[in-house]
């Protein structure tokens, strides 16, 4: 193995191993200190108030599924009275305001018609139509749990926190790639625990994030277009501001991921790409005290494990290739004789290997935790799919989102 590779290779396993080592720690003490609290804590008592709450469902050519999202909200046990739903159609070129037209005449829920202008408009629309305390999105391909509304809203009882983040989780998936991203949701299910254990959070998705408005916002300023990703702009603004955001742990979301390879690959690109361009905009945050453990711990690793993932992979590639270009060279001289009896004794074990079957352990961990959190249980097929599949497919929207970023290059939501 050529020395420059070697210390690259080890360099990652240890970084991702140490993050991955923290975040399982702080699950645990998370988990364990409300386990072990004699008092109920104010996140867990049964809501004694309910303040006024508006959610906004920013739409563009949704109308397959806004129907079905604001019918969520419609159905939830937060009070009537306290909850208003402001659909903003933004320029749908589909048959989504004709959808919208049909809750006209709901008293709870409010429509607003503009031309597209993207998403932060949308979404910026519905802030400056509402005086309500607390003010979040929900994304219009996503629905909420009847009780999700008042399990986030519970949060707020503490008046250190002023946006929560729910559970989300994939729902209904049909397709290989939807069963793997189901997986991946089920990661980042544990990941957000664990970061909002240590007010570490940065990013604040549309499926159902809450606001504190007028101490977010009107501190903060409205939602900015940042790179088409502006869940984590907002967030990294808010750690700016020294504002907290916690994980909701008992809100459950519902949403949709996308069917096929292709969608798939121009999501991610968008989310990693957008998450670089914020992580450079917002570069005073690193190790910067104010900022906490997102500061010295968090963007740090983020950033190295992108740098470390697109610098190792055509090493990595070439490693794999490399034996079997051997397999089929013997093969094609000497035939299937050559190829011998498989003999464990002859696979190799070091720190690499060591490592690797570690890496992949935690793993199958992190998704029981995530698992466990959003009430599933049982062990299945795409567990042990995500790890190579992903292993091969991540890389390469990792590089291109990286090219965008060193390059400037735009990515587009259509």
């Not at 992979?313 to 498989?342: E, H, M, N």
């Not at 959190?373 to 799919?385: H, K, P, V, W, Y």
């Amino acid at each position: 193995m050529p020395l420059g590779y070697a210390i690259f290779l080890y360099s990652f396993l240890f970084v991702t191993l140490y993050f991955q080592v923290f975040l399982l720690v702080s699950f645990v003490e998370n988990f364990l200190e409300k386990r072990n609290k004699k008092e109920p804590s104010k996140e867990n008592e049964i809501l004694s108030y309910f303040p006024t709450v508006a959610v906004i469902v920013p739409c563009y050519n949704e109308e397959a599924t806004v129907e079905r999202t604001i019918q969520s909200l419609l159905d939830s046990d937060y009070p009537s009275e306290k909850l208003s739903i402001i659909a903003v159609n933004d320029g749908s070129a589909d048959g989504t305001m004709q959808i919208l037209s049909g809750f006209k005449s709901h008293p709870q829920i409010t429509i607003i018609n503009q031309e597209n202008g993207g998403k932060h408009t949308a979404l910026n629309a519905g802030i400056l139509s509402t005086d309500a305390e607390i003010v979040g999105c929900l994304d219009a391909d996503s629905r909420v749990a009847v009780d999700a509304l008042a399990q986030s809203v519970k949060h707020f009882a503490d008046p250190t926190i002023h946006a929560t983040v729910p559970v989300m989780i994939l729902e209904r998936p049909n397709s290989i790639m939807r069963w793997l991203q189901k997986v991946e949701y089920e990661i980042a299910i544990f990941v957000r625990k664990s970061l909002g254990a240590i007010d570490a959070m940065f990013v604040a998705p549309g499926p159902l994030s809450l606001f504190r408005r007028e101490e977010v916002f009107g501190v903060i300023g409205l939602y900015k277009k940042a790179h088409n990703t502006e869940d984590c702009e907002i967030a990294l603004r808010m750690h700016d501001h020294g504002l907290r955001l916690v994980h909701a742990d008992d809100a459950f979301v519902y949403t949709f991921g996308p069917s096929g390879l292709v969608a798939l690959f121009k999501q991610r690109v968008r989310w990693v790409s957008g998450g670089l361009n914020n992580f450079w905009d917002y570069r005073r945050l690193y190790f910067n005290k104010r900022a906490g453990n997102l500061g010295f711990l968090v963007l740090p690793f983020m950033v190295i494990s992108i740098m470390f993932s697109v610098l190792l992979f055509p090493f990595v590639v070439i490693q794999i290739l490399r034996p079997l270009i051997g397999v089929v060279d013997r093969l094609s001289v000497a035939g299937i004789d050559s190829i011998g009896v498989f003999d464990w004794y002859s696979v190799g074990v070091d720190a690499y290997i060591f490592a690797s079957l570690l890496l992949l352990f935690m793993l199958f961990v992190t998704v029981f935790l995530g698992r466990h959190t959003a009430r599933e249980r049982g062990i299945s097929l795409d567990m042990f799919l995500v790890a190579p599949v992903y292993g091969l497919l991540a890389p390469f929207w990792l590089v291109k989102s990286t090219y965008n970023f060193i390059f400037a290059k735009k990515t587009s939501w259509r």
